[in-house]
Nanobody
């Protein structure tokens, strides 16, 4: 079983910033399209942002465009989600996920059914 590990969650005031990190074993990370999902209490899980295997292409949910930035460092097997201008609606458990069937030219994966491995999540709480 491949283990994805998230870190960087916490409590922040509205308007603040947080930086989430996700690491994965090298062989898994290098061949995967990666993404961040989140799930707020009482709500369905939703995709937040996705990045292609190469890192050249990204996708964002409308709710986070212009505020969140997804990136990856393939040399360090790490994916980052920089979250700025946070608001209480961003409060959720954030999960990273890996689609290991991505080819090098695949666009960022956005269908949650296509992701093979998931982290355990990190809590992000934004106070008003």
């Amino acid at each position: 079983q491949v283990q994805l590990v998230e870190s960087g969650g916490g409590l922040v005031q509205a308007g603040g910033s947080l930086r989430l990190s996700c690491t994965a074993p090298g062989r898994t990370f290098s061949r995967s399209s990666m993404a961040w999902f989140r799930q707020a209490p009482g709500k369905d899980r939703e995709i937040v942002a996705s990045i292609s295997r190469s890192g050249r292409n990204t996708w964002y949910a409308d709710s986070v465009k212009g505020r969140f930035t997804i990136s990856r460092d393939n040399a360090k097997n790490a994916m980052i989600l920089q979250m700025n201008s946070l608001n209480p609606e961003d409060t959720a458990v954030y999960y990273c996920a890996a689609d290991v069937n991505a080819i090098l030219t695949s666009p960022p994966q956005t269908r949650d059914s296509e992701f093979d491995y998931w982290g355990h999540g990190t809590q992000v709480t934004v106070s008003s």
